[in-house]
């Protein structure tokens, strides 16, 4: 055999065995797939709730009373909440930690258990080590929340030391560090305490498509905010009813499925509909129980 045919042999053998390391990628990547999704109930690994948020003009019994009705299981207050009915009245932050426990028990006597709570630090770590003693008093078992950039470090680690995850929230454009998927990338390397809040309704303000960011965040996901919106692109719309909107939520859950996740998914309105929320949440209910029950 000449040296020429010797050479090309060599180059068509190794293009060969390339190709079948990349097949072999492949197949070892789509069974670990299907093997997630396959280990994963939507029904039983999902825990179903309502962020408090959706009822932001109410107080926290009202709130409480709102979501019970609902037929959820879970509920995500957060610490801006007011507790009476008063418009000056006490908020979650300002309440004794004693105080605080006893919210946690006014959601257990209606069966509402409260496994994550939603944090405003400011620019201190006192600030921070407060709303993390809120959480863990209310029996949460991690914190959604916009960490500021600067305090990565520290949040992780009072993160460990208190035993509690952080999922990363995101707002739209222009106010918020997390709008970009990519940013958020950023602050979970070398943070293992960290993970992600994906707010399906806010991605669109910002242009981007809540599937690909899904995607882009696979494996990290801790949280979802269900939410829909009617548009792309404009920070200025609010949120319309699950399913009223450009949010492909069968797609959605079918990804979710896919990553093999079992974390928390919240019905959350930022709208005020009047007299209240709770009618476009029980709908909420209804369209989200349909459409696990279609996954395969």
């Known amino acids: 055999m000449s040296k020429a045919l010797l050479f090309s042999a060599c180059i068509l053998l190794l293009m060969s065995s390339c190709n079948n390391a990349g097949n072999a990628v492949t197949a070892t990547d789509s069974t670990a797939a299907t093997s997630a999704a396959a280990s994963v109930n939507p029904a039983s690994d999902w825990k ?92 949460a078992k991690l914190v959604t929340t916009e960490p500021p950039l600067n305090l990565w470090d520290g949040i992780d680690s009072l993160a460990g030391v208190y035993g509690m995850k952080v999922a990363i929230h995101e707002h739209w454009k222009g106010v918020s560090h997390y709008w970009n998927p990519d940013t958020v990338l950023l602050a979970l390397k070398g943070h293992p305490n960290f993970g992600v809040c994906a707010d399906l309704g ?71 509909d009047k007299p209240s929320n709770l009618p476009s949440v029980i709908e909420t209910v209804k369209y989200y129980n349909a459409a696990i029950a279609q996954l395969k």
């Not at 939603?118 to 003693?133: C, L, N, P, R």
């Open 202 to 272: 806010h991605w669109p303000k910002s242009g981007i498509n809540p599937l690909e960011a899904l995607k882009k965040l696979s494996g990290h996901i801790l949280v979802v905010h269900l939410k829909d919106i009617a548009a792309y692109n404009d920070p200025t719309l609010k949120d319309v009813p699950v399913g009223k909107g450009i949010v492909d939520f069968p797609a959605v859950f079918a990804e979710l499925k896919k990553q093999g996740f079992k974390g928390y998914i919240y019905i959350e309105r930022d709208a005020e």
């Open 48 to 139: 179903f709730g309502i962020a408090l948020w959706t009822f932001h003009t109410f107080s926290f019994p009202e709130s409480l009373a709102k979501s019970d009705s609902a037929g959820v299981h879970f509920v995500e207050p957060n610490t801006f909440s007011r507790i009476g009915s008063a418009a000056t009245d006490t908020l979650i932050f300002d309440l004794s930690l004693t105080g605080v426990s006893r919210l946690q028990s006014m959601a257990a006597a209606k069966n509402l258990a409260i496994e994550s709570v939603y944090i405003a630090g400011d620019s201190t770590m006192t600030s921070w080590v407060k709303q993390f003693e809120i959480a863990k008093h209310m029996g």
